[in-house]
């Protein structure tokens, strides 16, 4: 039993850590479904973390945080749009450069208005999205099977956490059922295709670099005022590019990208739940070795796993009109 | 043309050179140099700030303070700063001990500092804390406000120094409890490790999961993610180095407080008056240089009958009739 509960509680772990992911990784995947790689996820999402923790301070509200910090994250993408859509810039260069721009540019706003460092300071209860308990959580929990999973695992997470769940269905029927998802697929694949039956290929594309900055806003304010209760520099800490690792083991797919965030999520739980335990066989392992799994993991998946992995055929690939 | 320029680059040169002499004789020139938490992490480096700011307050001497980035800012900064002359640098953490164990020889009319550490130089005061003693206190607060018998660590990196709050604790809980378990996590094994308060608060929802009732960070800027936490899930916590009590009151149980502050500000007052020495200082709960601390926020928290037994504890630590173990003693065995 014991050990049932210990599961139960990685998985809540779990889906607590994978918010930020499976929000940066289908922000990822919508923009290079349609033909733009989108390397500043991590500066997207930092910057979105940087303005939802101030902004939710200043107002007091987590909600108008969101808010801002989408809009926030869509103009980064209108800029990384404007570099590599309509003047045909490099999307590396120009995603690496938002990365750069926002990891100097968010704590020096941050020092000018707080004078903590280039921290926010710390958001009060009602100014973050905290843990929901679901209806019935309470009155359910002493059921057997049933209580445990739904109380514990379920309920009591944060709105931000239920919203990147739910957003990964709705992802996959935006792109699979309706005729934007297609567009947007075909502008990835063939540009051409798509500019010869009359649609704007750079308009699909704006799209869904915009699509991308609403998607890591949400990822941005559920590390700063879910997860976190501030902004902190540098607090992104490389998921974004975790993000894009896991958007291609899931090979440019919904489902199969959330399954990629919730294994690097799931690494990331037992690392510190396997830290100072005594194993049976092996006794105690160290901690150097334990928080090594992850990246360990990620080596032997790219390599065992995943089998071959194609990226969309016009990612990357400024679309230039023939005359 | 190019001989005229370079005549009045030298002039210049030599202007400020002699501007920095005719300084020296004035006040004392003092610098600080935070450790990669950064300096308001209302925490270890936030303290040593304290020390300054009282110094500044009371002898009116401007010093000047430097955060790092990264590590290999560490050797610049204070290149950089015993160069221009500055009397006196306060290096706030042991990760500074190799790069002043090399800088010091190179600078020896500059006075050091260092905090946490210990360099053995003629010119470095090397100012170290008991804080095993201190740890035991606020593990023994830990364990009588617990009703279970679980109680948690959340350190930052992982390096001897967190180890020795982590043993210092471990013995004052089981002097309470001597079935208790202590459960310990390292937030990371590289300096980013004191800073990164998400993975921290991760760590600490782990332990209260696994039953902890109460969470002591050891993390500088990363253990306020653990105070957040222990907050959030309504249980308590510990804080450390600075009286973080009133970060969230009502659950933060009590701060185990490193004067850093006070010995920063000693330190920089000694300089001034003229009796700067080096050497090694090791300030313990005899010394006040630790302690636990109570206050207005957490003086509900806190009954009667606890303090009594702390201070009882004190006491014998102070007489030595209780010895905490010093992981530092015990590490190489």
């Not at chain 1, 509680?9 to 733009?36: F, K, M, N």
């Not at chain 1, 590599?84 to 020096?108: D, E, K, Y």
């Not at chain 2, 109680?151 to 001597?178: A, N």
Request: net charge neutral; with cysteine.
């Amino acid at each position: 039993m014991d050990f049932l509960i210990t599961i139960l509680q990685l998985i809540d772990g779990t889906i607590r850590v994978s918010t930020p992911l499976i929000l940066a990784a289908l922000a990822g995947l919508c923009s290079e479904r349609g033909g733009v790689i989108d390397i500043g996820l991590e500066g997207k999402m930092l910057g979105a973390a940087f303005v939802a923790a101030t902004v939710a301070y200043m107002t007091g509200s987590a909600w108008l945080g969101l808010l801002a910090a989408i809009a926030a994250s869509v103009a980064l993408s209108l800029i990384h749009g404007f570099a590599s859509i309509t003047h045909h810039g490099n999307q590396v260069v120009s995603g690496m450069a938002i990365n750069i721009i926002v990891a100097g540019l968010a704590p020096t706003i941050g020092n000018a208005i707080f004078h903590i460092n280039g921290d926010t300071p710390p958001l009060p209860h009602a100014a973050r999205f905290t843990a929901i308990d679901l209806p019935f959580a309470a009155s359910l929990a002493d059921v057997p099977v049933i209580g445990p999973v739904y109380s514990g695992v379920i309920s009591g997470h944060s709105f931000t956490t239920y919203l990147a769940f739910a957003l990964v269905p709705f992802v996959a029927w935006m792109l699979y059922k309706t005729r934007f998802g297609l567009r947007l697929r075909a502008v990835g694949e063939n540009p051409e295709a798509v500019d010869t039956a009359g649609v704007s290929v750079q308009w699909l594309r704006y799209r869904a670099v915009m699509i991308a900055g609403v998607l890591c806003g949400i990822a941005g304010t559920s590390l700063s005022t879910s997860l976190g209760a501030s902004f902190i520099r540098d607090m992104t800490a490389g998921k974004g590019y975790l993000a894009l690792a896991a958007m291609i083991f899931g090979k440019w797919r919904p489902k199969t990208t959330l399954l990629a965030c919730l294994i690097f999520a799931f690494t990331d739980t037992l690392q510190a739940r396997l830290q100072g335990v005594e194993l049976p066989v092996v006794g105690e392992i160290p901690v150097q070795f334990i928080i090594m799994l992850p990246y360990a993991l990620t080596v032997f998946l790219l390599a065992g796993f995943v089998g071959k992995v194609v990226a969309p055929a016009a990612d990357g690939e400024p679309y230039i009109k023939e005359h | 043309m190019v001989h005229k320029l370079m005549r009045v680059f030298l002039a210049v040169i030599l202007m400020t050179l002699l501007a920095g002499t005719a300084l020296a004789a004035g006040p004392l020139k003092a610098a600080l140099i935070y450790d990669m938490g950064g300096k308001f992490d209302k925490s270890f480096n936030e303290a040593a700030y304290k020390g300054a700011e009282m110094f500044r307050k009371e002898f009116g001497d401007k010093y000047r303070d430097f955060e790092p980035t990264n590590e290999t800012q560490y050797e610049q900064a204070i290149r950089r700063f015993a160069s221009r002359g500055t009397d006196i640098i306060v290096v706030v953490g042991f990760s500074y001990q190799g790069v002043l164990e090399k800088m010091a020889p190179e600078f020896p009319d500059t006075k050091f500092v260092i905090i946490d550490s210990e360099v053995k130089q003629p010119n470095v005061l090397s100012i170290q804390f008991k804080e095993h003693e201190g740890s035991f206190l606020v593990g023994m607060i830990a364990a009588m406000k617990a009703k279970g018998d679980t109680v948690g660590f959340v350190g930052g990196m992982d390096v001897p120094l967190i180890r020795k709050f982590h043993l210092g604790y471990e013995e004052g809980v089981h002097y309470v409890k001597p079935n208790a378990k202590v459960l310990m996590n390292m937030t990371g094994t590289t300096p980013s490790a004191w800073a990164d308060p998400i993975r921290a608060g991760e760590l600490a929802r782990g332990q209260m999961d696994r039953g902890a009732e109460v969470v002591y960070a050891a993390a500088g800027s990363s253990g306020n993610g653990v105070l957040q936490a222990a907050a959030d899930a309504g249980r308590f916590s510990i804080g450390v180095d600075s009286n973080q009590n009133y970060l969230h009151p009502g659950s933060v149980l009590t701060s185990m407080v490193k004067r850093v502050d006070l010995a920063v500000f000693d330190a920089l007052k000694s300089a001034r008056e003229g009796h700067f020495k080096g050497g090694s200082l090791h300030l313990g709960l005899k010394e006040g240089g630790v302690d636990y601390a109570l206050d207005e926020y957490n003086k509900d928290l806190i009954t009667e009958e606890m303090k009594a037994k702390v201070d009882d504890a004190k006491a014998k630590i102070i007489s030595g009739e209780i010895k905490v173990t010093d992981y530092f003693d015990i590490m190489d065995k």
